[in-house]
């Protein structure tokens, strides 16, 4: 999985990148991982989940620097615009690592559970499904098995 990390100057990107680097290569599970800073969505190559750096650290709080806001609404209007979906990354320190754990996790199990093209969107118990496609297949399945079975 490739992860890119976008935010405002002075929100902490080169930091998390460095604590996200060491903790999903100390996991088994995660270590092919990548993690890049990033500076433009412009520029972005093909990313499977984009991090946002959000704007709540206490220097954040307590100066309001209309550069930092007008940055960072320029960011998301560019990832909006683009449709590349993002998660906001809240915290400091290590809450904000453990958050942007929590988003790759959440990304990883959505990824790998996705269904097949060949599905069906539409997934419930038999009894009570309104699949008009499943129903054909079924009664098609155990009308073939009954013909086999009479002859």
């Keep these: 999985m490739n992860i890119a990390v976008v935010g405002a100057p002075d929100t902490g990107k080169s930091t998390l990148v460095q604590a996200l680097r060491q903790s999903l290569q100390a996991d088994a599970d995660t270590a092919g991982f990548t993690v890049a800073e990033e500076e433009a969505p412009q520029q972005l190559p093909p990313y499977d989940l984009t991090l946002l750096m959000g704007l709540d650290l206490p220097h954040h709080r307590s100066q309001s620097k209309p550069d930092l806001l007008q940055c960072d609404a320029r960011l998301r209007h560019t990832l ?58 079924l009664f098609s399945v155990l009308v073939g098995a009954n013909r086999s079975v009479r002859q």
């Design 80 to 137: 909006d615009s683009q449709a590349i979906a993002y998660a906001v990354v809240y915290g400091s320190e290590q809450a904000r690592t453990d958050c942007a754990l929590q988003a790759i996790h959440y990304h990883r199990l959505r990824s790998t559970k996705r269904p097949s093209a060949a599905a069906s969107g539409w997934h419930w118990n038999c009894e009570t499904c309104s699949d008009a496609d499943c129903e054909h297949r």
